[in-house]
């Protein structure tokens, strides 16, 4: 699966929109995007994924460059609870593919 | 939709003995389920992938004789870390994936374990 890099940590304020980007410039024709984040001791939750279209669904919107080698996760209008650790991971779709996870970008949103 | 179970918690364990981590699909049927390990201000890092009624794959550097995983049913898979000492301690967590081609995996809240 295609390494990605994001920045290690980034702010943001309360009822701004959060845009995280992330690198994936050698990903393949058949690997998507996933995104997911971690919140202070819990398991990761799903956010969002794509392969070449735009994503929206109620939690955030996924833009993928043309090109696809790199993405940005955006966060519309930040809360406090959206504090969290986000992580942009690529693999293939077909089966039951494991998730390498990298470090994230620990965001946080400030009151 | 797609809730994954994780029980328990939490566990404190004195060293020596054995603890065995559940993890359950409620609303989905999971051909495939994760174990990650996550240790304090570290990311997840994979331990083994099982396949219902199979045996695990477990990565590299992981004991498989001291992870035991049994994936019986579609939706539960368990950890059993035997004979657990103070360096087991850790945040263990599982994912559960529907067999459906790109569809994501879905996390439990994870296990913190902690050997005296």
């Known amino acids: 699966d295609a390494k990605t890099t994001q920045p290690p940590s980034m702010d943001c304020a309360e009822g701004r929109a959060a845009n995280l980007p992330c690198n994936h410039s050698?990903?393949?024709?058949?690997?998507?995007v996933y995104w997911y984040r971690q919140i202070h001791s819990q398991g990761p939750q799903y956010i969002i994924h794509g392969l070449k279209n735009n994503e929206t669904n109620e939690m955030a919107s996924l833009i993928i460059t043309e090109d696809r080698k790199s993405s940005t996760l955006i966060l519309p209008h930040a809360t406090l609870r959206d504090t969290a650790v986000y992580y942009c991971?690529?693999?293939?779709?077909?089966?039951?593919?494991?998730?390498?996870f990298g470090q994230g970008t620990r965001l946080t949103i400030n009151p | 939709g797609a809730v994954v179970s994780q029980h328990p918690s939490w566990v404190i364990c004195k060293s020596g003995t054995s603890v065995k981590i559940e993890c359950r699909s409620l609303?989905?049927?999971?051909?495939?389920m994760f174990w990650y390990r996550q240790f304090p201000k570290q990311s997840l890092m994979l331990m083994a992938t099982s396949n219902e009624g199979s045996k695990a794959t477990y990565e590299q550097g992981v004991e498989k004789d001291k992870f035991l995983i049994n994936h019986a049913s579609l939706t539960l898979s368990t950890l059993t870390v035997t004979s657990a000492h103070p360096e087991d301690s850790s945040f263990y967590i599982c994912?559960?994936?529907?067999?459906?081609?790109?569809?994501?995996?879905?996390f439990g809240d994870g296990t913190r374990l902690s050997i005296l």
């Open positions: 991971i690529v693999r293939v779709a077909r089966g039951a593919q494991k998730l390498v």
């Open positions: 050698t990903i393949s024709g058949n690997e998507y």
């Open positions: 609303d989905f049927q999971a051909t495939t």
């Open positions: 994912s559960a994936y529907q067999g459906l081609g790109y569809q994501p995996q879905h």
